[in-house]
């Protein structure tokens, strides 16, 4: 409750507070192709990927905003490790 005073007049307001939770919201993506050819050059080059993103809380309403999408992909135990171990017989020649 929250009292003042002003001149003569006392005003009194009663109000609760509780803890804000914030909304839950679904993030679609959908690409423009099904698969991606792993780049020529090794595991540190970069591919391009296009697509579109959308988010929606669940109750409708778009959610707005921008977003970062990285995409990393777990190598085989038989793929060659580019960078590190690259040409000193650690098994990335």
């Given at each position: 409750a929250v009292n003042g005073t002003g001149?003569?007049?006392?005003?009194s307001i009663e109000f609760s507070v509780e803890e804000y939770v914030l909304?839950?919201?679904?993030?679609?993506?959908?690409?423009?192709?099904?698969?991606?050819?792993?780049p020529s050059?090794?595991?540190?080059?970069?591919?391009v990927v296009s697509g579109s993103i959308a988010a929606k809380y669940t109750f409708g309403e778009r959610v707005a905003g921008t977003a970062t999408v990285?995409?990393?992909?777990?190598?085989?135990?038989?793929e060659p490790r580019w960078g590190a171990g690259v040409g000193d017989g650690r098994g990335g020649d």
């Open positions: 001149g003569a007049a006392t005003h909304p839950r919201f679904e993030v679609e993506l959908a690409l423009d192709q099904t698969h991606v050819a792993a050059g090794g595991a540190n080059q970069a591919v990285a995409v990393l992909r777990e190598l085989s135990a038989w």
